[in-house]
């Protein structure tokens, strides 16, 4: 079965998938096969325009593939957008050798590249980690802006969680719409076939 990767968002490993049969997945991590919800074809189209995902056109063999390029797009990514970034920052370390332009630096680094590129979890790490030496070292200014950026991080967290949400409650509202159309289908063919045996669209005329 061949797998088309459509959309994705490297820094998420989140990617939209069509399989051989037309059908739009969802695949995001942990990467389960209970978790790949269906998408409705103007669902592509909104991840893109709307959830900040890039287009793609990758053809895979099996899942196994998919999920193993998606693990190295968000490892390549990560680096690449996090260089000079480490990944752990050691209080005792900065407070001996950052001079408040270095800590500076790092929340502007944060606030340019890790908030954006939705990498909350090391973002909120860092912030964190930078909040405390400045408060430590009574830089209030320094302090204020670590915290306001903590808030960013943490409502963008949220917004993106909440538009990932609402794209896999897609598959049922999905499912829920078809089943719909499914009953209007049936019951235009139940009308239809009355009139035919009626013989005229009159008969449905209530009567005089």
């Not at 399989?19 to 991590?29: A, E, N």
């Not at 800590?103 to 790490?125: C, M, N, T, W």
């Not at 239809?192 to 449905?204: D, I, K, P, T």
Request: net charge neutral; glycine share 4%; charged share 25%.
């Amino acid at each position: 079965m061949k797998l088309k990767l459509e959309a994705l968002s490297p820094a998420e490993g989140i990617g939209i998938v069509r399989q051989s049969d037309g059908t739009l997945r969802l695949i995001r991590p942990p990467y389960r096969s209970s978790d790949t919800p269906s998408l409705p074809e103007a669902a592509l189209q909104e991840t893109i325009i709307y959830h900040g995902f890039s287009a793609a056109s990758k053809v895979f063999d099996d899942w196994r593939d998919v999920i193993q390029f998606l693990n190295q797009v968000v490892a390549d990514t990560r680096h690449l957008v996090g260089v000079e970034i480490p990944e752990a920052i050691e209080a005792t370390d900065v407070l001996a050798l950052a001079p408040c332009d270095v800590i500076s630096s790092y929340l502007g680094r944060v606030e340019q590249e890790l908030i954006p590129h939705k990498l909350f979890d090391r973002a909120e790490l860092i912030l964190s980690t930078l909040l405390r030496i400045a408060l430590s070292r009574n830089e209030l200014k320094v302090a204020a802006r670590a915290a306001d950026l903590l808030e960013l991080n943490r409502t963008s967290r949220k917004e993106r969680q909440a538009g990932m949400a609402e794209l896999a409650r897609l598959d049922a509202r999905f499912a829920h719409l078809s089943g719909q159309r499914a009953g209007q289908a049936a019951e235009a063919d139940r009308i239809a076939e009355a009139m035919r045996n009626r013989g005229s669209v009159l008969a449905f005329a209530p009567a005089s």
